[in-house]
């Protein structure tokens, strides 16, 4: 697979300018376009830039982006994980989403040799090249364990952008390579906390980077201060159990709970329980119920539909779940509706399955 690499230690900015406008007029290859045109619209005169929120709860929307806070959010990454010049970078996401158009700003800021590929689920099929930090989706890792040739090259690998199962994480606590978990959306800039996944530190808790002061609401849900990332405090819709000031544990998305009968449920806590016991997408979600308010139901993935393959399941989760935590219907879905970045969208695959009901 063909590959891009770019040189920032070496590369002043005149030369970066001629090199990205040749490229636009030469490529044809819409990935290495995206590249190209965020270089020249990052050394460009404006102190905003242009990010696409991913959509993953209401439908994706363009913000702007103060440069200065984005080199601050490189710099916070860069000394937690102790980037040095001439380290190399990969960059397999998008740079039309939040966490490509960081990984370029940490190239830059950091002179770094930025390796870039095709943005696909097999990142590193053909990688030739000691790589010092990559980020990437849990699916790009999960395929990536194949490769073990190639991900012994790779030293450190950031997760982002999706939920790590228990499953992935086993198989991460296997490797030599070191694995992140981040939490953090477009308007934080990236991440602002990290959960170590294996090796000695790995934890089931995040810790903030430095400079970040978290609290919660009155509903539990994560609140972040960060002077110089943020213009303001930032009030989530993640639920958290909140350990201290820099140190959680999340829960869930409050839009996500299910109130069943008085009873709180956390669909994402549910979900990583099931992890090694259903090989296909799946997630809970709470249905108007005239009982119970909301009834929770299991929503899988499959083109297949059978009483007999939901009397296997139903048989396989049963012993993992207390009561109350078992969904009252198992649905069978051929697509669920998904974000550009690969995301599951809840509401809209519920939505569509409703429709055609």
């Known amino acids: 697979m063909k590959s891009l690499k770019l040189n920032f230690s070496q590369v002043n900015k005149s030369k970066l300018i001629v090199f990205c406008q040749d490229g636009i007029k030469t490529s044809t290859e819409q990935w290495q376009l995206d590249i190209y045109t965020f270089i020249l619209e990052w050394v460009n005169e404006d102190k905003l830039v242009k990010a696409k929120t991913s959509g993953s709860t209401g439908s994706p929307k363009i913000i702007l982006l103060e440069k200065a806070k984005m080199i601050e959010s490189a710099k916070m990454t860069g000394e937690f994980f102790k980037f040095k010049k001439e380290d190399n970078a990969l960059l397999c996401l998008s740079p039309q989403f939040i966490a490509g158009k960081m990984m370029i700003v940490r190239a830059i ?3 770094m040799n930025l390796v870039c590929v095709k943005p696909y689920g097999h990142p590193i099929e053909t990688l030739d090249t000691e790589i010092d930090f990559a980020a990437m989706i849990p699916l790009q890792v999960s395929n990536s364990i194949q490769y073990k040739e190639q991900l012994a090259k790779v030293k450190t690998i950031l997760i982002g952008g999706g939920v790590v ?11 030599k390579s070191k694995f992140f978990s981040s939490f953090g959306m477009t ?3 990236s991440h602002i906390a990290l959960r170590t996944l294996n090796g000695p530190n790995k934890s089931n808790t995040y810790k903030a980077l430095n400079g970040v002061t978290l609290s919660t609401d009155d509903r539990d849900c994560l609140k972040i201060k960060a002077q110089k990332l943020l213009n303001k405090e930032i009030i989530t819709n993640d639920i958290v159990n909140l350990i201290s000031s820099s140190e959680f544990e999340w829960l869930g998305r409050y839009d996500h709970v299910i109130n069943s009968a008085g009873i709180k449920l956390f669909p994402e806590t549910i979900e990583e329980k099931l992890s090694p016991y259903i090989n296909k997408p799946y997630f809970f979600i709470g249905i108007p119920d005239e009982h119970l308010g909301e009834k929770m139901i299991l929503l899988i ?3 297949t539909n059978s009483e007999e393959l939901k009397k296997k399941i139903s048989d396989k989760i049963r012993p993992h779940l207390e009561k109350f935590q078992f969904p009252r219907e198992i649905i069978f879905l051929s697509n669920f509706k998904r974000t550009l970045t690969g995301k599951i969208q809840r509401k809209a695959t519920l939505e ?3 429709e055609k009901k």
Do not use: A, I, P
């Not at 199962?165 to 490797?175: A, I, R, S």
């Open 109 to 111: 800021v950091w002179q």
């Open 165 to 175: 199962d228990k499953n992935l994480e086993f198989t991460l606590d296997q490797l």
């Open 187 to 189: 308007e934080t800039l």
């Open 301 to 303: 993935e499959s083109q």
């Open 352 to 354: 569509s399955f409703t």
